[in-house]
């Protein structure tokens, strides 16, 4: 006879963890230093994988795809370094339109530098990233198949930033256009006749 005591309880604590689990998951973030640039101006891009502190996430291991939109036509991107400190050993390049991220070290956490892009604009228009597939995170375990894949809850396909050129200094842009309509507005106003005053 089944125990539905110890079955109703078994599927709670179940429902629990994977509740828990969900919470507490990596996340891979990107940020620009700047988000509007001018044709000819570069900015650098960090791609972080955000590791969730409460509950102790480590990582040993990852494996990403970061496919760009508007490379080659709107801005140029090249891998200007791959990890950081935390990665013992790290490799990654642009093929077409993605760059390719591989990254292992012993088992640590807090937020981890994956990659930094150098984007440089080329002409007006938005540059975006987006997390690519397969992309994974995993730690050490002491039993096969000795990694344990992280929660990564972003979804292939989410938008993790972008830079927008312009073709013109935002500052300039806001300068010359009031400069050129005040300037219009004084020559109709001249009185006709103005000019030709000095030539008696």
Request: aromatic share 8%; glycine share 12%; charged share 15%.
């Amino acid at each position: 006879m089944m125990n539905w005591r110890g079955f109703i309880v078994g599927v709670i604590v179940g429902w629990m963890a994977t509740w828990v689990g969900a919470a507490n998951a990596a996340t891979i973030t990107a940020s620009a230093a700047k988000d509007l640039i001018e044709i000819g101006e570069a900015t650098s891009m960090d791609i972080v994988l955000e590791l969730d502190a409460v509950s102790m996430e480590e990582a040993s291991v990852f494996e990403g795809r970061f496919d760009f939109i508007g490379f080659g036509s709107v801005a140029d991107a090249t891998l200007t370094s791959v990890g950081g400190p935390t990665w013992t050993s790290t490799a990654g390049n642009i093929v077409g339109t993605q760059a390719i991220v591989s990254l292992t070290s012993s088992n640590q956490g807090a937020d981890r530098l994956l990659a930094t892009l150098e984007v440089t604009g080329l002409a007006p228009g938005i540059f975006e990233i987006f997390l690519g597939s397969p992309t994974f995170a995993s730690f050490d375990i002491d039993e096969a198949p000795f990694l344990q894949d992280l929660n990564i809850i972003n979804a292939t396909g989410d938008m993790l930033a972008s830079v927008t050129v312009v073709p013109l200094p935002p500052a300039l842009v806001l300068l010359v256009g009031p400069a050129l309509g005040v300037l219009t507005w004084s020559r109709r106003r001249e009185p006709r006749g103005a000019g030709r005053a000095g030539a008696f």
